[in-house]
């Protein structure tokens, strides 16, 4: 497939601006579907990265794709690829959000990249979100997405090494409901994360896919939980797919400031590997 990249490239500097108020009630729902507490009255500290739950792009059904997402060409380039996927990302935290502050996420597109992998046509975007929360700076964010081609064959690939057992870790089971619950807090119509069908017949995939930034999500909070405090820096990059038809570990080995934290299947390869900084 021809991509034509100069073209793709005149979408960076193109800006996206939302904002929402945390309510309690998002702060339940978030709380629920992790299984986690926290307070949940106005004022309350807000659990970390819910902004991803915040102020998302709102499409008509008129407007979508085949695959759920907001169809391109708007905020986000006319990549010709298919697939779709969060790739990794950063984030540098200033400061808490709390339960009742309108949150504002101005994102900016800085970078547009193509190449050529085992797999096939790579195209990488970058954006940039500074998150505000009642006008002060909470966080920064990096995010990077790649967009790739469906295979059209089954490649032979050396098998990877299977992930160790981290010093701390906890078994995660992708129930349906819990991908779906997910998908409804951030108002994602990504049909690969709930619609099975589509996932095995369309795109090849052997199951619904577990969201990257739930799995980040996961990996931020854990870590937090162990050091007693939040992070001023994290990071990670996504280097396999999980799926709903088996369990999954979260992982973290602590070495002074910085915790090393990973995703993996039982016996499978590392699926998100992770950094948290203090």
Known sequence: MDIDIEQLQRWIGREQTGSEVVSSTLVRQFNATFDRVSGTETGDEAPL???????????????LGRDGHPALGDFLPPVPLPRRMWAGGSFSFEGA???????T????????QYKQGRSGALCFVTVNHEVTANGRKVLDEIQDIVYRDIPTAKQTVAEPEPAPAGQQNRAITPHPTLLFRYSALTFNGHRIH??????????GY?????????????????AANLKGASPKEFSFRSLSPLFDNADFTINADVEGETTKLWTARSGGPVAMKAQAKW
């Open 206 to 222: 052997p199951g619904l896919v577990v969201h990257g930034p739930m799995q980040a999500t996961m990996l931020c909070q854990f």
């Open 105 to 112: 996420r101005r994102s900016v597109i800085t970078d547009v």
């Open 49 to 63: 990265l819910i902004h991803l739950c915040l102020a998302q792009p709102i499409a008509p059904m008129s407007e």
């Open 194 to 203: 709930y619609d099975k069908p589509f996932c095995i017949e369309t795109e």
């Open 97 to 103: 959000i709390r339960i009742g502050e309108e949150v």
